[in-house]
């Protein structure tokens, strides 16, 4: 059974903060992603990564950055947390191959004050 | 540039009517489409992918490339099918990595 988990289930920091979310998936999969989910705009994906030390843009990048320095992990940092940066961030993994799916953690939603 | 767009934010109706959540995408190429599924206090998952043409609990999708819709149907809704339904659209190549999802059909069937 896949287990991706997310660190926290709610977190609540305040404007300028440095933030770190961090994602653990323990199926050996390759590839790994980092969305946000807001109401009416579905989910979105800031970065993704398909291999350890590698990582590509999604489509909103802007303000977030990403570590992958080992295969299980993958971490989300927001350098300096803006009010706008307020959301659910969702992780989610996918074994290597076209035809797979991607399995989500549970989310953890942000608040930035 | 890739697109999904799911025209409903909500969709309600009765336990027992058929069920129609819409999706719209543009894609140059050929692509691949899912359906994932949120239920309340649930992580979301996978609910059915195009090239598989099955049924999961009762639902069906049929990939039109001439309309470049892939609408979500079920014949008799439960209450239980309750939740946010996400349409999802995977590109080729190394955007092939990449799910593109539309902005999500909050479905609620009332008893």
């Known amino acids: 059974d896949v287990k991706v988990t997310q660190s926290s289930r709610y977190l609540v920091k305040r404007t300028g903060e440095k933030v770190f979310l961090e994602c653990v998936q323990d199926?050996?999969?390759?590839?790994m992603f980092w969305y946000r989910q807001d109401p009416g705009l579905g989910l979105r994906l800031i970065y993704f990564?398909?291999?350890?030390?590698?990582?590509e843009k999604g489509d909103i990048p802007e303000g977030y950055s990403v570590s992958r320095e080992k295969k299980e992990r993958f971490s989300l940092i927001l350098e300096s947390a803006s009010t706008n940066q307020t959301s659910m961030y969702l992780c989610?993994?996918?074994?290597?191959?076209?035809?797979?799916?991607?399995?989500f953690g549970p989310g953890t939603r942000l608040t930035v004050l | 540039a890739q697109r999904v767009t799911q025209p409903e934010k909500l969709l309600s109706v009765f336990k027992g009517a058929p069920v129609e959540l819409k999706c719209n995408y543009s894609?140059?190429?050929?692509?691949?489409l899912f359906w994932y599924v949120q239920y309340s206090r649930q992580r979301l998952q996978l609910l059915l992918r195009?090239?598989s043409r099955e049924s999961i609990k009762g639902f069906t999708a049929d990939l039109n490339k001439g309309e470049t819709s892939f609408h979500l149907k079920k014949p008799f809704a439960q209450e239980e099918d309750s939740a946010m339904y996400y349409c999802?659209?995977?590109?080729?190549?190394?955007?092939?990595?990449?799910?593109?999802f539309g902005g999500g059909t909050r479905l609620m069937v009332k008893p």
């Open positions: 199926m050996d999969h390759e590839n």
């Open positions: 195009h090239i």
């Open positions: 999802a659209l995977k590109g080729a190549g190394n955007a092939g990595n990449m799910l593109t």
């Open positions: 990564s398909y291999d350890v030390k590698m990582k």
């Open positions: 989610a993994s996918r074994p290597r191959g076209q035809m797979n799916e991607q399995f």
């Open positions: 894609y140059s190429g050929s692509p691949e």
